[in-house]
Nanobody, 124 residues
Framework: QVHLVESGGGSVQAGGSLRLSCTAS????????MGWFRQAPGKEREFVAA????????DYADSVKGRFTISRDNAKNTLYLQMNSLKPEDTALYYC?????????????????WGQGTQVTVSS
């Protein structure tokens, strides 16, 4: 069992930056594919970014490419999402997700561990 806890959310103005962190319990983190997803009010949860266990494979949603950077520190059991040039449409509850397999996927249904989410609010 893996427990994921997100932090770093908050309220910023458009153009600002935030860095989300996700700390995982357990010793298997380094072998997990990890991802970030988000859910805006009234909308379905959507993919934001994913990273393979080694960091060699990374994907981003088109809406965040060039602005967000996903990274991980396996020694610290921590996943990050650096968010720059934030826009009001980035406002959402951001979830950290883990997949207990080294097989790389980005589809939401491929992830079996989820955090509780951290709120990001971007004002114009």
């Amino acid at each position: 069992q893996v427990h994921l806890v997100e932090s770093g959310g908050g309220s910023v103005q458009a153009g600002g930056s935030l860095r989300l962190s996700c700390t995982a319990s357990g010793r298997a983190f380094s072998r997990y594919v990890m991802g970030w997803f988000r859910q805006a009010p009234g909308k379905e949860r959507e993919f934001v970014a994913a990273i393979s266990w080694s960091g060699g494979l990374i994907d981003y949603a088109d809406s965040v490419k060039g602005r967000f950077t996903i990274s991980r520190d396996n020694a610290k059991n921590t996943l990050y999402l650096q968010m720059n040039s934030l826009k009001p449409e980035d406002t959402a509850l951001y979830y950290c997700a883990g997949r207990s397999s080294t097989t790389y996927v980005i589809q939401e249904e491929g992830y079996n561990y989820w955090g509780q989410g951290t709120q990001v609010t971007v004002s114009s």
